[in-house]
């Protein structure tokens, strides 16, 4: 089965044309051997209502060796005239064969500019699944390199025809890159850790494309996004731009297990660190030991920092602070201190992620941008979470999912608590997801879980974190097989499926909706809440109504 990039296709739901592509998708990833990569757009044609990877190309084809394939897509009637092959549109038509060879023509020009890449090998298809080709010599398109109605059951062999199976070659990772920039891909910086398949994120209608196309001096830019609107990914959007443009980046957080996933995927550099991090750095700069064994330590590691004197070392190009929700005035002058005079500054913040009680940060002077829309979770999560949040607050829900799974199961004890949430596993792993996909979230932090402390629940091993570190400064986590977290450290991460359990309280307050909209904004695709009754009683009942 060939790879198709981005993932998530299988799960969404269109009409007309993006349907048609959709079909396509599921042809060429059962069609075409794992040796090859198809690239699309067709999985964010309800944020930006279109799907072309580039211009009027559809779909990208690469091979092991880098050669590639371009194939666009014409659903319904095409006209035939003496100038070849033409799409009428509504106001216009377009000669395909003209549009085709532009296209080739301005892709070739960028891939030349590209270390690399001006001896890639470049085919190109037209696939017309709806049509037949009545005067092939007239179409102004070799016939070779037409596939349409009557050949549509021969279309992988066609494109294995025209770019064959070859040994693999260096080149292919460059014109990866290169396609991935094309589409606008970003890795989408909350996806587990250690997930068997990358995923990927294309926020060109989000933050990433909007937020970097702003100019003002200085460049000082206050995000305020709700979860899933692209924020981690605008960051490391910037942290790369920073290297490419020789500049040195600092990416700080709040949370250590999303460092250390940006540090995963981040270009080596710059520096990417929590906020304790950064200090401890000051401090072991200045010739201070560090000592984390006391009741207080992570305060007086503050308190330490902030008189000492910032290194040149520890002086950055791009300042970029993510879960500024969880900063307070005194950390934001610490981090800030750490640019360089003409540095340009990103504050990422969400408040109803804000699970410490914080008074927002003041910034003033610096450019605000709102960002309400989610396009990370299943719009069916979005529209139960809008009901949580407080007057003048509202989520666009613009995900690629219109529908995911979403299940309640309520407990009325310990016993019920631990025999639903294995029951909640046992239903995402009867629905295909692997246990790598499947993350436990509790909503009771460690020292008051019941569940967190579980090395096993039923037939599944858990995952979770031992309090310590390796020789790298890499977190180390027990031998199982299922990740469990408290929603404190499993938040600015996300999973495919998500299991949030132990949801109890007394009262739907502030603090307990901000908890459950945390929470239940991980779950990319599934999400199986495990409620205690009287959670139910005090507030949920109305919220969960639907949903069971």
Same mark, same amino acid.
């Given at each position: 089965m060939a790879r198709i990039v981005p993932d998530g296709w299988r799960e969404i739901s269109a009409m007309g044309a993006a349907r048609r592509q959709l079909e396509t998708l599921a042809t060429l990833e059962k069609g075409l051997p794992d040796s090859y990569t198809v690239y699309h757009a067709v999985h964010w044609t309800n944020v930006e209502q279109g799907f072309s990877v580039y211009g009027d190309i559809d779909f990208a084809i690469v091979n092991a060796a880098g050669d590639l394939l371009l194939i666009e897509q014409l659903s319904g009637f095409l006209e035939e005239t003496p100038d070849g092959l033409c799409k009428k549109y509504p106001g216009h038509s377009t000669n395909v064969s003209v549009q085709i060879a532009r296209q080739l023509a301005v892709l070739r020009s960028r891939m030349a500019r590209r270390p690399h890449l001006d001896a890639v090998r470049i085919e190109y298809l037209l696939y017309c699944p709806d049509y037949t080709v009545r005067h092939p010599e007239t179409a102004g398109i070799s016939s070779e390199r037409i596939v349409d109605a009557t050949e549509r059951d021969r279309l992988c062999s066609v494109i294995q025809l025209a770019l064959p199976q070859a040994p693999s070659s260096p080149a292919a990772a460059a014109v990866r890159r290169f396609l991935e920039d094309v589409i606008q891909l970003e890795p989408d910086a909350?996806?587990?850790?250690?997930?068997? !398949?990358?995923?990927?994120?294309?926020?060109?209608?989000?933050?990433?494309?909007?937020?970097?196309?702003? &100019?003002?001096?200085?460049?000082?830019?206050?995000?305020?996004?709700?979860? *899933?609107? *692209?924020?981690?990914?605008?960051?490391?959007?910037?942290?790369?731009?920073?290297?490419?443009? *020789? /500049?040195?980046?600092?990416?700080?957080?709040?949370? /250590?297990?999303?460092?250390?996933? $940006?540090?995963?995927?981040?270009?080596?550099?710059?520096?990417?660190?929590? $906020?304790?991090?950064?200090?401890?750095?000051?401090?072991?700069?200045?010739?201070?030991?560090?000592? $984390?064994?006391?009741?207080?330590?992570?305060?007086?590691?503050?308190?330490?920092?902030? !008189?000492?004197?910032?290194?040149d070392h520890l002086r950055f190009d791009t300042i970029i602070v993510d879960e500024g929700q969880d900063f307070s005035n005194e950390w934001r002058d610490q981090v800030l201190r750490h640019a360089r005079e003409d540095a340009r500054m990103v504050w990422l913040e969400d408040p109803m992620q804000n699970l410490y009680g914080k008074p927002a940060v003041q910034l003033p002077g610096w450019v605000t941008m709102r960002a309400q829309s989610n396009y990370r979770s299943p719009r069916s999560i979005v529209k139960m979470l809008d009901r949580l949040l407080p007057d003048g607050l509202y989520i666009e829900p613009r995900g690629p999912i219109a529908v995911g799974g979403?299940?309640?199961?309520?407990? =009325?004890?310990?016993?019920?608590?631990?025999?639903?949430?294995?029951?909640?596993?046992?239903?995402?792993?009867?629905?295909?997801?692997?246990?790598?996909?499947?993350?436990?979230?509790?909503?009771?932090?460690?020292?008051?879980?019941?569940?967190?402390?579980?090395?096993?629940?039923?037939?599944?091993?858990?995952?979770?974190?031992?309090? !310590?570190?390796?020789?790298?400064?890499?977190?180390?986590?027990?031998?199982? =097989?299922?990740?469990? &977290?408290?929603?404190?450290?499993?938040?600015?991460?996300?999973?495919?499926?998500?299991?949030?359990? =132990?949801? #109890?309280? #007394?009262?739907?307050?502030? !603090?307990?909706?901000?908890?459950?909209?945390?929470?239940?904004?991980?779950?990319?695709?599934?999400?199986?809440?495990?409620?205690?009754?009287?959670?139910? &009683?005090? *507030?949920?009942?109305?919220?969960?109504?639907d949903v069971r």
């Open positions: 909350n996806a587990l850790v250690g997930q068997a !398949r990358a995923l990927v994120t294309r926020i060109s209608g989000g933050l990433a494309h909007w937020a970097r196309r702003l &100019e003002f001096e200085p460049f000082r830019l206050r995000v305020i996004g709700t979860a *899933g609107s *692209g924020k981690t990914q605008l960051a490391h959007a910037e942290y790369r731009a920073a290297l490419e443009a *020789g /500049r040195r980046p600092l990416y700080v957080c709040f949370n /250590r297990p999303l460092a250390d996933h $940006f540090n995963s995927i981040a270009p080596e550099g710059g520096l990417a660190c929590t $906020f304790h991090t950064l200090c401890d750095k000051v401090l072991h700069a200045a010739g201070q030991p560090v000592d $984390f064994s006391g009741p207080h330590a992570f305060d007086d590691l503050v308190e330490r920092a902030a !008189r000492e004197a910032v290194p979403l299940h309640v199961q309520v407990y =009325e004890n310990e016993a019920e608590l631990l025999a639903h949430t294995k029951k909640a596993i046992s239903q995402c792993l009867a629905a295909g997801f692997k246990r790598a996909d499947i993350a436990v979230v509790c909503f009771r932090g460690r020292d008051s879980s019941a569940l967190l402390g579980q090395s096993q629940l039923g037939p599944h091993s858990m995952r979770t974190f031992t309090g !310590r570190y390796d020789l790298f400064g890499k977190p180390e986590f027990s031998a199982g =097989e299922v990740l469990m &977290e408290s929603v404190y450290r499993f938040k600015g991460q996300a999973a495919p499926a998500v299991v949030f359990t =132990e949801i #109890d309280f #007394d009262q739907l307050d502030e !603090r307990a909706a901000r908890k459950l909209f945390v929470g239940a904004t991980r779950a990319l695709l599934r999400l199986e809440l495990v409620v205690s009754r009287h959670a139910m &009683e005090h *507030g949920l009942q109305p919220i969960l109504a």
